[in-house]
């Protein structure tokens, strides 16, 4: 009888742990389902990164291209709208996994973060109203100029000697300064500048490519997570293979993405 008492016990013991174990393997499966990619962007970059008047939510081509990524790699994608200037320190600090946000691929950077392959080729651009005199960068010497904090283009504007640099937290509001009276001129990214002059015809808005700047953009991503890198890049590559990347690139620049993109920026 004692016997028998036991051998219940037992019994009833390793149904409790088979449970458990099922409901761990359960939650160890939904874990895996519900696995995401946190991203931060900073939604002030038209047309890569805005949200949308209407819907209130994010869109944009980066935006477009890292929910195409995340679906491939089975990961939801979470959103997180950050200043520019303080992506880099959140991917550091593991705030976020990537930042999705038009960012240059340079060699000070590749030094604190890695990049994806480019997925964009860049230029910088002066942006000035036309009553102003202004035919290259030498023109803005002694005059007041508007960036975004952190940027390639506040790089650029420092250089310019007498030049007086204002730089603000978003694009956004280098070009309503421009718009305000406020400076001469932005320097900001060619896109932006050819997207800004379409949507603002009564504004007497021009702008002057500047020769020599081409740059490439590239998701950034925390410089110990290689793995995420690995993927993110096979992503690209298959989405250019497939054509979802230049139905992508097409549909926010109505051109097609150029065939000759390098696959990795070597700064040695």
Request: net charge negative; proline share 3%; glycine share 8%.
């Amino acid at each position: 009888m004692i016997h028998n008492k036991v051998k219940k016990i037992i019994l009833g013991s390793l149904m409790i742990v088979m449970a458990g174990s099922v409901v761990g393997g359960c939650g160890s499966d939904t874990a895996s389902k519900n696995e995401k990619i946190v991203v931060g962007t900073n939604a002030t970059f038209v047309p890569f990164e805005f949200k949308d008047d209407k819907t209130g939510d994010y869109t944009g081509f980066d935006i477009e291209l890292i929910r195409a990524i995340g679906k491939r790699l089975n990961k939801n994608v979470e959103l997180k709208n950050v200043s520019f200037d303080a992506l880099i320190p959140a991917l550091n600090t593991h705030d976020i996994d990537v930042a999705a946000s038009g960012m240059t691929i340079t060699k000070a950077r590749s030094e604190k973060v890695l990049f994806s392959s480019p997925y964009y080729e860049n230029a910088l651009a002066i942006v000035y109203k036309g009553a102003t005199d202004i035919n290259s960068l030498d023109d803005l010497k002694g005059k007041k100029v508007a960036a975004q904090l952190g940027t390639t283009g506040a790089d650029l504007a420092h250089k310019i000697d007498g030049t007086i640099v204002k730089e603000f937290d978003h694009s956004n509001e280098a070009l309503l300064e421009l718009q305000n009276g406020g400076v001469d001129a932005t320097v900001i990214d060619l896109p932006v500048a050819q997207y800004y002059s379409t949507k603002h015809p009564d504004q007497n808005i021009k702008f002057l490519a500047y020769p020599n700047t081409k740059e490439y953009l590239g998701l950034a991503i925390n410089k110990d997570n290689k793995a995420l890198q690995e993927q993110i890049n096979k992503a690209i590559a298959d989405m250019k293979a497939d054509g979802e990347f230049n139905t992508l690139y097409k549909k926010w620049f109505n051109v097609d993405a150029p065939a000759d993109m390098p696959v990795v920026l070597d700064f040695k």
